[in-house]
């Protein structure tokens, strides 16, 4: 992290700066310590809706995929039974929730 000198071996010839170069230096200071670090959390979030957007498409997809072959294997005839296939689904969703809470790591927005 950069900041300002406390003790300066130059304190003692100290130029009067005009306000214009204060401007420019607090303008570059600002730039280097707010957008950098802003542009990296984009990229971070950038991936991350990407990621989950594929995620619940996939999961969503998958569910229903369960469901269908539960229906169509286990008590896809049955009237009394039906209410079986959708907890089957739903235990396999919470499997796979459960899962992917469980590989979540808490990163870093500085590159490495």
Same mark, same amino acid.
């Given at each position: ?6 003790? $300066?071996?130059?304190?003692?010839? !100290? &130029?009067?700066?005009?306000? !214009? &170069? ?10 280097? &310590? ?34 269908? /072959?539960?229906? !169509?294997?286990?008590?896809?005839? $049955?009237?009394?039974? $039906? ?10 969703? !919470?499997?796979? /929730? ?9 990163? $870093?927005? &500085?590159?490495?």
């Amino acid at each position: 992290m950069t900041g300002f000198k406390i003790h $300066s071996s130059n304190s003692d010839k !100290s &130029e009067p700066k005009s306000a !214009s &170069e204060v401007l420019e230096m607090l303008f570059a200071y600002i730039k280097r &310590e707010t957008l950098k670090p802003i542009r990296g959390a984009g990229r971070w979030i950038g991936f991350g809706l990407v990621a989950a957007l594929s995620l619940s498409i996939g999961i969503v997809l998958g569910a229903l995929g369960v469901l269908r /072959l539960v229906q !169509s294997t286990m008590f896809g005839d $049955s009237q009394t039974w $039906s209410w079986v296939n959708y907890i089957v689904a739903l235990g396999v969703c !919470s499997v796979v /929730l459960v899962f992917t809470i469980s590989r979540i790591r808490k990163g $870093s927005l &500085e590159k490495s």
